[in-house]
């Protein structure tokens, strides 16, 4: 009995992680070194994306009936879980970065703001840029044109000064 509740523990655990969740992406880290596993974790924390390790069987239970539940089709082999907050490219994005020195790592799926992506499908997502790198870009390309409008206005207050 103590070992079923221990499972129950954890599937609510779960469902908990998931309540909140912009984005959850599955990840086969077979054969990754516990050097490049911690590595990847401590960049995933830092971006404040929950990453673990759970029984197939126990997430399977975890996700039925949320708008996670389509997932269950990834969910064959090791798989890792990266459960993302706030930025909901932000799990993609850093993982996709870390396959380029970790070949081990390959996506399985996942769901970003609540459509479902295979594993091309999480590896364009993870090639956008953060929502902040967009706004910046966008504010860069307003801010050009009024400051050539603003120097040519200047250019002919001063000649008709002169």
């Known amino acids: 009995m103590p070992n079923l509740e221990k499972k129950q523990q954890i599937v609510a655990q779960i469902k908990e992680s998931l309540n909140n969740a ?7 880290a077979r054969g990754i070194t516990v050097e490049n596993d911690t590595q990847l974790r401590k960049k995933l924390r830092e ?13 399977k239970l975890a996700i039925q009936g949320t708008p996670f539940a389509d997932l269950e089709k990834y969910l ?24 380029k020195e970790v070949e081990q790592l390959e996506f399985k799926g996942g769901i970003i703001d609540g459509t479902l ?14 929502r902040e790198v967009l ?25 008709k000064a002169a």
Do not use: H, Q
Not at 47 to 59: C, F, G
Not at 120 to 128: E, H, L, P, Q, T
Not at 137 to 159: C, Q
């Open 47 to 59: 971006a404040n994306v929950v990453y673990k390790v759970y029984k197939n069987t126990l997430v």
């Open 117 to 130: 992506y295979d594993a091309a499908g999480v590896k364009a997502i993870a090639n956008i840029p953060s």
């Open 22 to 28: 912009a984005s959850v992406v599955l990840v086969n």
């Open 76 to 99: 064959e082999g090791p798989t890792s879980i990266a459960i993302a907050y706030e930025d909901a490219t932000s799990a993609a994005r850093i993982i996709s970065k870390e396959m």
């Open 135 to 159: 706004l910046s870009k966008l504010l860069g390309s307003f801010k050009s044109p009024m400051g050539k409008f603003a120097r040519v206005i200047k250019a002919i207050a001063e000649k």
